[in-house]
């Protein structure tokens, strides 16, 4: 399985982002999915999950209310709706995935199997 992010760049302070990870080598749609984030000199952070089919999601409280993970199982894709970017949003974005099959949501790292290579998000302030 490989995961491929997508999405990131450079912007300010107030500005929207969407992050995609799309999937290969394996159809992900009963497995739950999740968002990290590692700022420079930071321990990887969780950002936000959603389950196999998209009913429950879980975000980090610093996110929540701007950012929204979202899943289209039919494209094998998983979206990070970034809204109202700050500064301290600046991060490298992984997208993962739990080998569990039709699990829950999962904030924990350890449980995610399979790791995307990241995508970098700068925000300006």
């Known amino acids: 399985v490989q995961l491929q992010a997508s999405g990131g760049g450079l912007v300010q302070a107030g500005d929207s982002l969407r992050l995609s990870c799309a999937a290969s080598g394996r159809n992900l749609r009963k497995n739950g999915m999740g968002w990290f984030r590692q700022a420079p000199g930071k321990e990887r952070e969780f950002v936000a999950a959603?389950?196999?089919?998209?009913?429950?999601?879980a975000y980090v409280d610093s996110v929540e209310g701007r950012f929204t993970i979202s899943r289209d199982n039919a494209k094998n894709t998983v979206f990070l709706q970034m809204n109202d970017l700050k500064f301290e949003d600046t991060a490298v974005y992984y997208c993962a995935a739990v080998r569990d099959l039709y699990g829950d949501v999962y904030r924990e790292y350890r449980e995610y199997y399979y790791w995307g290579r990241g995508t970098l998000v700068t925000v300006s302030s």
């Open positions: 959603i389950n196999y089919n998209g009913d429950s999601t």
